[in-house]
């Protein structure tokens, strides 16, 4: 069954994120399919939309966090990660871009249609993203817990360059998933919004996007 969430839409020029993200309903990612050590650390996403931009906001509460990777497209998701996989034409696209951060907010970016077929977003469009974060290798040893955070927003006309025939406005129905892991962190864990029915760890699975309508 897809769980469903409305996008709110923020008209007007944004001066201040900070003050936009209260009133965004959060999304929590408390489904954890393949749990066999306990290990299920509270996380939960935010996400807007205005004119031009989708904003996503994700904060994960872990004790300890682990962060290696650095550069764009390394495998964050073996760090203490976030992602957020979202195919904004479904019904004439099976293809689908995930958005993966570890604390850094190193991204790790693909489109494709499933594990298998996908091909890496270039480093070029990095700074369009505008990612921010709490955790930085230089304060990363400060960590005392309670939570880290990274957001950043997707420009629309990024997306307009990948899919064709593509709108944002109210009623339009998109499909995606909301997910937190760590492969290789002291507890492997593997959490989602909607959840994935899968025999092992998966986030890949198309099949199990929620759906995402804009408001």
């Known amino acids: 069954m897809s769980k469903k969430y409305i996008i709110k839409r923020v008209d007007g020029s944004i001066e201040n994120v900070d003050n936009v993200w209260e009133d965004i309903e959060p999304i929590a990612v408390s489904i954890f399919p393949w749990d066999d050590n306990g290990y299920r650390p509270k996380s939960e996403a935010r996400v807007f939309y205005t004119s031009t931009h989708i904003y996503i906001r994700f904060m994960a509460y872990e004790d ?3 962060a290696t990777y650095t550069n764009m497209n390394e ?3 073996k760090d203490s990660c ?3 996989f979202i195919n904004p034409t479904p019904n004439t696209d099976d293809r689908y871009l995930n958005f993966e951060m570890n604390p850094y907010g190193t ?3 693909g489109i494709g249609a499933d594990r298998y077929d996908r091909k890496a977003i270039n480093s070029w469009y990095l700074p369009i993203f505008n990612i921010k974060s709490s955790i930085t290798p230089e304060t ?3 960590y005392g817990g309670e939570f880290w955070w990274v957001e950043y927003s997707i420009p629309l006309d990024f997306l307009r360059e990948l ?3 593509i709108e944002f406005k109210s009623g339009v ?3 995606g998933n909301f ?3 760590g492969d290789d962190t002291k507890y492997s864990h593997f959490g989602c919004w909607n959840e994935v029915v899968w025999e092992e760890p998966d986030f890949h699975r198309p099949e199990c996007f929620g759906d995402l309508i804009l408001e």
């Open 82 to 84: 976030v992602e957020f």
């Open 140 to 142: 990363i040893g400060e």
């Open 64 to 66: 300890e966090i682990v």
């Open 179 to 181: 997910y937190k892991c």
């Open 107 to 109: 991204l790790n970016l």
């Open 163 to 165: 899919y064709k025939d």
């Open 75 to 77: 495998p964050v998701y």
């Open 173 to 175: 129905h998109m499909k």
